[in-house]
């Protein structure tokens, strides 16, 4: 009984910021520590072909924008280091996080990265710490 309503609270939660309960596959939630002012990139998204060809680009869309900092969805190339691909460059696209210049604050943002019928949610808590000297 108890797992039938895990599983219905999270079809509902999915329901709610609406993806749909099929496509739902991964969740990653995290807690991360900024420095002041600076920016921290949250998450990176690229990918290649068995065969080295990339693959497309994945749609990013924001669903809880952060209220402390600024969140920002960049276009950029990566090149891989390793593998049957190494050296090669691919189109990514990167999830960068531009914190306030006041220790202390502490933000949230939540995005969903589409790739096919593959659906990622990304919840990020944000503590604001002192940058290192």
């Known amino acids: 009984m108890r797992s039938e309503l895990s599983v219905l609270s999270a079809a509902l939660c999915l329901a709610l910021i609406g993806v749909p ?3 739902a596959q991964d969740q990653t939630l995290r807690t991360i520590q900024v420095p002041a002012g600076k ?4 998450s990176v998204h690229s ?3 068995a065969d080295c060809t990339p693959k497309p ?4 869309e924001v669903s809880k924008v952060p209220t402390a900092g600024t969140l920002a969805v960049r276009d950029a190339k990566v090149r891989v280091r390793s593998g049957n691909c190494a050296g090669r460059e691919y189109p990514a696209r990167i999830v960068l996080y531009q914190a306030p210049a006041r220790v202390g604050a502490t933000d949230s943002a939540t995005y969903t990265v589409t790739s096919g019928d593959r659906v990622n949610l990304f919840g990020v808590a944000i503590n604001v710490v002192a940058p290192k000297p």
């Open 21 to 23: 309960a099929a496509w």
């Open 47 to 49: 990918g290649a072909n």
């Open 57 to 60: 680009l994945v749609k990013i």
């Open 39 to 42: 920016v921290s990139q949250l």
